[in-house]
């Protein structure tokens, strides 16, 4: 089992920036491949970022490319992301989900693991 915990989410205007931390314990964290995903309210879960497992390769929904960056330190158990110039709608719950594997996938189906999710919002 891998537990997964996000922190980081909150309001904040938009132009602004967060950064989401995941925490991982369980298993070997450099093993996973980690995705964020994020559900708006009757919006179906989508992927926003994903890395590989030493963090060689990251994947962005178009939507974000450019604003938000994902980042891991296997050392810390941890995977990051860092998200600027925020707009309202990247208002959402976000969670960072795990799979066993070498490269994030953007199908959610493909994630062994997920964590609680963090709400973000972003106010206009």
């Known amino acids: 089992q891998v537990q997964l915990v996000e922190s980081g989410g909150g309001l904040v205007q938009a132009g602004g920036s967060l950064r989401l931390s995941c925490a991982a314990s369980?298993?070997?964290?450099?093993?996973?491949?980690m995705g964020w995903f994020r559900q708006a309210p009757g919006k179906e879960r989508e992927i926003v970022a994903g890395i590989s497992r030493v963090g060689g390769s990251t994947y962005y929904a178009d939507s974000v490319k450019g604003r938000f960056t994902i980042s891991r330190d296997n050392a810390k158990n941890t995977v990051y992301l860092q998200m600027n110039r925020l707009k309202p709608e990247d208002t959402a719950v976000y969670y960072c989900?795990?799979?066993?594997?070498?490269?994030?996938?953007?199908?959610?189906?493909?994630?062994?693991?997920w964590g609680q999710g963090t709400q973000v919002n972003v106010s206009s």
């Open positions: 989900a795990g799979r066993f594997g070498i490269a994030a996938v953007p199908d959610s189906q493909s994630y062994d693991y």
């Open positions: 369980g298993r070997t964290f450099s093993n996973y491949a």
